[in-house]
């Protein structure tokens, strides 16, 4: 596979503990009980590195979106409600364990790059400890039994995220959707389709071995990405002027901003990445795994909680909006629109 | 981080969904529409899709999610289990363990217990997608299970190496997987009594 092609990876294993009902029909003591035994296995000796336990009651709203905008904690456990629910995250963050979500126990991965490997390597040692204590519900023709039945198997869902702007601006992104499906992956938006940023993740049948599945999206998502770059030179063939029009627009944009929403802000870095990968636009290189980094450092919650200290207790307010727009013009305060007859496509 | 799942993103491919637009046709498309930084869902049939898509004066995704898996789901299980339904409807199957009924199951696509899976096993099994490989399970399994999941799982697995090696006509060393398939087969069979 080509570098860059996986701009972000994302990795979770669902297990359940036998004996013991699915969290949504199971009673409150008993999930209780579950949430202690499994914070009593994580408090033990036998991690490389320390989990930090989290009171969720005790969290605010933004300490809350700041994990969720780190990929610590899925937006579905975030918004889920029930009894003995708990939440850890493993030493600096390089994985995390929802207990009591969907399922009794998921563990969680997320890294900047095509990492799915070395996240499936990291969450199966984290899934072979925490086996020592608990038993999980198995079954040898199901594999691992989850409250979402089309999901029973390897209980692994792997996350490729993607940025597809021309893709999408062309209106192409449907047919690589329908194919996606029909190969058992299924595509998402992740911050509501602003930039062309989507997620494909595996959702059809789960019996294959967890390696087969990896491979099958990391390859997918090559030739998904190869598609996007051959329609990006295609908009630069066929219609420059537009082309130029938009990445310049965007520049121009990013360069004078003084208040900007978290979606415009990733519409423009997208916009900008195409141009700089196409060569229209002066400066080093944006790769789609920089592009999204700067899209990630730019969520409200992580502005409040690393720029401003955390001050702020909400995630809606014109301050957020500046400090991005602050500082969106210092890095790209030295970037322009390469002159036409210097363009190298 | 992960994308949030858009509504609709049901695993149940029991329930029905016809077009949001036309309310005729079976919808087997999700349409997100952004327009002026609104987020619209909207489950469509694909003529329907087509053209509120090129109507849209933003951005327009047309997202395959499992709507189109449903439809697909129910077309194949409506050929091939018809009887599943009626059969359904004359006592009303639930989990002793858990109280799951088998209606909600189909409504929601959740199960409550491990039992579920035995329970409902003749349902679950309508929702594998035909021709699917692998049927069974092939990947990790417990390392604290009973002897017989780790004889059954290595089945599985040179059964569909057996497979595949036939396929491509290397009868030779199939000839040694059938072997020590047929070993396995005796031990689990001992083992079980």
Same mark, same amino acid.
């Given at each position: 596979?080509?570098?860059?092609?996986?701009?972000?990876?994302?990795?979770?294993?669902?297990?359940?503990?036998?004996?013991?009902?699915?969290?949504?029909?199971?009673?409150?003591?008993?999930?209780?009980?579950?949430?202690?035994?499994?914070?009593? !296995?994580?408090?033990?000796?036998?991690?490389?590195?320390?989990?930090?336990?989290?009171?969720?009651?005790?969290?605010?709203?933004?300490? !809350?979106?700041?994990?969720?905008?780190?990929?610590?904690?899925?937006?579905?456990?975030?918004?889920?409600?029930?009894?003995?629910?708990?939440?850890?995250?493993?030493?600096?963050?390089?994985?995390?364990?929802?207990?009591?979500?969907?399922?009794?126990?998921?563990?969680? %991965?997320? +890294?900047?790059?095509?990492?799915?490997?070395?996240?499936?390597?990291?969450?199966?040692?984290?899934?072979?400890?925490?086996?020592?204590?608990?038993?999980?519900?198995?079954?040898?023709?199901?594999?691992?039994?989850? #409250?979402?039945?089309?999901?029973?198997?390897?209980?692994?869902?792997?996350?490729?995220?993607?940025?597809?702007?021309?893709?999408?601006?062309?209106?192409?992104?449907?047919?690589?959707?329908?194919?996606?499906?029909?190969?058992?992956?299924?595509?998402?938006?992740?911050?509501?389709?602003?930039?062309? !940023?989507?997620? =494909?993740?595996?959702? %059809?049948?789960?019996?294959?071995?967890?390696?087969?599945?990896?491979?099958?999206?990391?390859?997918?998502?090559?030739?998904?990405?190869?598609?996007?770059?051959?329609?990006?030179?295609?908009?630069?063939?066929?219609?420059?002027?537009?082309?130029?029009?938009?990445?310049?627009?965007?520049?121009?944009?990013?360069?004078?901003?003084?208040?900007?929403?978290?979606?415009?802000?990733?519409?423009?870095?997208?916009?900008?990445?195409?141009? +700089?990968?196409?060569?229209?636009?002066?400066?080093?290189?944006?790769?789609?795994?920089?592009?999204?980094?700067?899209?990630?450092?730019?969520?409200? #919650?992580?502005?409040? !909680?690393?720029?401003?200290?955390?001050?702020?207790?909400?995630?809606?307010?014109?301050?957020?909006?500046?400090?991005?727009?602050?500082?969106?013009?210092?890095?790209? #305060?030295?970037? %322009?629109?390469?002159?036409?007859?210097?363009?190298?496509? | 981080?992960?994308?949030?799942?858009?509504?609709?993103?049901?695993?149940?491919?029991?329930?029905?969904?016809?077009?949001?637009?036309?309310?005729?046709?079976?919808?087997? =498309?999700?349409?997100?529409?952004?327009?002026?930084?609104? =987020?619209?869902?909207?489950?469509?049939?694909? %003529?329907?899709?087509?053209?509120?898509?090129?109507?849209?004066?933003?951005? #327009?995704?047309?997202?395959?999610?499992?709507?189109?898996?449903?439809?697909?789901?129910?077309?194949?299980?409506?050929?091939?289990?018809?009887?599943?339904?009626?059969?359904?409807?004359?006592?009303?199957?639930?989990?002793?363990?858990?109280?799951?009924?088998?209606?909600?199951?189909?409504?929601?696509?959740?199960?409550?217990?491990?039992?579920?899976?035995? +329970?409902?096993?003749?349902?679950?099994?309508?929702?594998?997608?035909?021709?699917?490989?692998?049927?069974?399970?092939?990947?990790?399994?417990?390392?604290?299970?009973?002897?017989?999941?780790?004889?059954?799982?290595?089945?599985?697995?040179?059964?569909?190496?057996?497979?595949?090696?036939?396929?491509?006509?290397?009868?030779?060393?199939?000839?040694? =997987?059938?072997?020590?398939?047929?070993?396995?087969?005796? +031990?689990?069979?001992?083992?079980?009594?």
């Amino acid at each position: 596979m080509k570098p860059g092609a996986v701009t972000a990876s994302a990795l979770g294993l669902s297990r359940n503990e036998s004996g013991r009902r699915f969290p949504h029909v199971e009673d409150g003591a008993v999930l209780e009980d579950l949430r202690a035994e499994v914070l009593d !296995v994580l408090a033990g000796g036998q991690w490389d590195e320390r989990w930090h336990v989290y009171d969720l009651e005790a969290l605010s709203e933004v300490e !809350v979106d700041h994990l969720v905008e780190r990929g610590l904690m899925t937006p579905a456990f975030l918004d889920g409600e029930g009894e003995g629910r708990g939440f850890a995250v493993y030493g600096e963050g390089q994985a995390s364990l929802e207990i009591n979500g969907s399922d009794h126990v998921r563990v969680l %991965g997320f +890294r900047n790059g095509d990492q799915l490997e070395s996240l499936w390597s990291l969450l199966n040692l984290l899934d072979d400890r925490l086996e020592t204590v608990l038993s999980y519900a198995f079954d040898a023709r199901w594999g691992y039994l989850l #409250a979402r039945a089309r999901q029973a198997g390897s209980g692994m869902r792997a996350y490729a995220t993607l940025l597809l702007p021309a893709l999408m601006l062309t209106g192409r992104l449907a047919g690589v959707a329908v194919e996606l499906v029909n190969q058992g992956l299924g595509m998402s938006p992740l911050w509501n389709g602003a930039g062309g !940023v989507v997620q =494909v993740s595996n959702i %059809g049948p789960q019996g294959k071995p967890e390696a087969e599945t990896l491979k099958q999206v990391s390859e997918v998502c090559a030739g998904i990405v190869e598609k996007e770059r051959s329609v990006r030179k295609m908009l630069v063939r066929e219609s420059l002027l537009q082309t130029r029009d938009q990445v310049g627009r965007a520049l121009g944009v990013a360069q004078q901003a003084w208040s900007m929403s978290f979606l415009e802000a990733v519409n423009l870095i997208s916009a900008i990445q195409a141009g +700089r990968e196409l060569g229209l636009v002066e400066g080093s290189g944006l790769s789609s795994e920089s592009a999204f980094s700067l899209m990630t450092r730019l969520q409200p #919650a992580h502005i409040v !909680v690393d720029y401003m200290d955390g001050k702020i207790g909400c995630l809606e307010s014109p301050e957020i909006d500046e400090k991005r727009a602050r500082m969106m013009r210092e890095i790209f #305060a030295d970037s %322009g629109l390469r002159p036409q007859e210097k363009r190298d496509v | 981080m992960f994308a949030e799942e858009p509504p609709g993103w049901s695993f149940d491919l029991g329930s029905s969904v016809t077009c949001e637009r036309c309310g005729e046709e079976p919808a087997s =498309v999700h349409l997100l529409r952004v327009v002026d930084g609104a =987020v619209a869902h909207t489950h469509l049939c694909p %003529g329907c899709a087509e053209g509120m898509a090129e109507e849209t004066e933003g951005l #327009a995704l047309v997202l395959a999610v499992p709507s189109v898996l449903r439809h697909l789901a129910r077309a194949s299980s409506a050929e091939e289990t018809p009887t599943a339904e009626p059969a359904a409807e004359h006592m009303e199957d639930f989990c002793e363990t858990c109280g799951t009924t088998l209606s909600d199951l189909k409504e929601s696509g959740l199960v409550g217990c491990a039992d579920c899976y035995e +329970r409902f096993a003749d349902y679950l099994d309508t929702l594998r997608v035909p021709g699917a490989e692998p049927v069974e399970h092939l990947g990790k399994i417990p390392h604290r299970g009973p002897e017989t999941d780790n004889l059954r799982h290595e089945m599985l697995r040179l059964q569909r190496m057996l497979r595949e090696l036939v396929a491509c006509e290397r009868f030779e060393e199939a000839a040694g =997987v059938r072997d020590r398939l047929t070993e396995l087969g005796q +031990r689990l069979e001992q083992e079980t009594g």
